[in-house]
Nanobody
Framework: VQLVESGVGLGQPGGSLRRSCAAS????????MRWYRQDQGKQREVVAI???????NYADSVKGRFTISRDNAKNTVFLQMNSLKPEDTAVYYC????????WGQGTQVTVSS
């Protein structure tokens, strides 16, 4: 499984950004997909989770502001980020669970005025 992330990386406080993660390869084996983020000097943390059936869970820090969704026909998972805060600044990673865990390349998100 290969994961390629995309999306604009610079946003303003209170604004919105959207991240995409397109999967290719053995996509039929993918079950749960997650978005993680990692800020400098901090541990990588899970931001949002979506199961193969569409059930979702969020970190408390983003609940009510971020929305994870997936388009199984296009093998793509999305992260809609609203009401951005400076503390959302981090490298964001897409993760897919199949026979093993797969990671995207990571993309920088910076929230600054």
């Amino acid at each position: 499984v290969q994961l390629v992330e995309s999306g604009v990386g610079l946003g303003q406080p209170g604004g919105s950004l959207r991240r995409s993660c397109a999967a290719s390869g053995s996509v039929f084996s993918i079950t749960t997909m997650r978005w993680y983020r990692q800020d400098q000097g901090k541990q990588r943390e899970v931001v949002a989770i979506i199961s193969s059936s569409g059930n979702t869970n969020y970190a408390d820090s983003v609940k009510g502001r971020f929305t994870i969704s997936r388009d199984n026909a296009k093998n793509t998972v999305f992260l809609q980020m609203n009401s951005l805060k400076p503390e959302d600044t981090a490298v964001y990673y897409c993760n897919a669970m199949a026979r093993e865990s797969y990671w995207g390349q990571g993309t920088q998100v910076t929230v600054s005025s």
